[in-house]
């Protein structure tokens, strides 16, 4: 599957949670043909007569295209339901990565849209953050990210506490690539310092109540850099780099006239950017930005420039 097959369903809408996003891996045809029959029993129990028809033909008219792959004995695919039905195979390398990072063997998904950002994010995002859990005298080291993760090793730390600690101290040097928070249960907790260390939590906590620290901490940089840009303005000599205004009008004719060098974008506008804007145009570096509290760089991005503002090469 190329993931530019996707982008003519980026913008397609339905009704009643009716468009299935499907993502399977490693199953044979059966096995999938009986989780919609049963899906298929489930939906009987909708109240609504309208949504109860449509979610049932479309899923019927699964199982039937599912049935006539009669050459396809283990299904790797994705597949996005409407009206129609359509089904891309997954690459051997997209395989792996399902594989690799433990992605359950059906994903199914109702909506009013598509989910294909989930799908992207799956696909390409190998950027992670590194957790290490350390109990008593046992590390565990796990990476993830929004919809991935994976544990790379777990291992055995030294009983004496300062060796432990330097123990620890250097697998965090050599192992981990930007930043990594620490959480658990253990004196080693207590005594370790270390750069690379974002936070270290003493108890026990999930990987989603781990993933807004990194997001605020990789934040923070964001907010210097644009900060920076707001300073642009301020000196003659740079003020007419930073491109500001509306999207629909100043911030798009920079696009498509190829001026930007590096755009700042508020999550907030950030599905209006995309509807609006054609991909072909995008060969600058585009960086998130999301508020945290009033009178933040996000918050003053969104209230003074519409969400956007961008730098320009000249």
Do not use: W
């Not at 109702?110 to 994010?121: E, G, L, P, Q």
């Not at 796990?142 to 090793?153: A, D, G, P, S």
């Not at 923070?220 to 000599?237: D, G, R, T, V």
């Amino acid at each position: 599957m190329k993931i530019s097959d996707l982008d003519n369903y980026t913008t397609i809408k339905g009704n009643h949670d009716s468009l299935f996003t499907i993502i399977i891996h490693n199953t044979d045809r059966q096995s999938f043909t009986s989780e919609l029959k049963t899906r298929l029993k489930k939906c009987q129990n909708i109240t609504n007569k309208f949504k109860k028809k449509l979610i049932n033909d479309r899923i019927y008219s699964l199982i039937c295209y599912i049935e006539e792959l009669k050459s396809i004995n283990t299904l790797n695919c994705v597949i996005l339901v409407n009206s129609d039905i359509h089904l891309f195979h997954l690459t051997k390398k997209q395989i792996s990565t399902l594989n690799d990072y433990s992605i359950k063997k059906i994903n199914f998904i109702y909506d009013t849209v598509f989910h294909i950002d989930f799908i992207i994010d799956l696909f390409t995002n190998l950027d992670f953050n590194d957790v290490i859990n350390v109990d008593k005298y046992t590390a565990k080291h796990t990476i993830f990210n929004t919809n991935k993760k994976k544990e790379l090793t777990t291992f055995n730390l030294q009983k004496d506490q300062s060796k432990a600690t330097e123990q620890l101290s250097e697998y965090i040097l050599k192992q981990i690539k930007e930043k990594c928070i620490l959480y658990g249960i253990s004196p080693i907790l207590k005594s370790i310092s270390n750069k690379k260390i974002i936070e270290i939590i003493n108890g026990n906590s999930s990987l989603e109540d781990l993933s807004p620290i990194f997001d605020k901490y990789y934040m923070h940089n964001n907010f210097i850099k644009l900060e920076s840009c707001f300073e642009m303005l301020k000196k003659e000599n740079e003020e007419h780099l930073v491109i500001y205004g509306s999207l629909e009008k100043e911030i798009k004719e920079s696009i498509e006239a190829y001026r930007v060098k590096t755009l700042f974008l508020h999550s907030k506008i950030k599905t209006n950017f995309d509807n609006l804007i054609d991909k072909s145009y995008i060969n600058f570096e585009i960086i998130p930005i999301t508020s945290y509290d009033r009178g933040d760089s996000g918050d003053i991005l969104m209230t003074n420039y519409g969400g956007i503002i961008a730098i320009a090469y000249y």
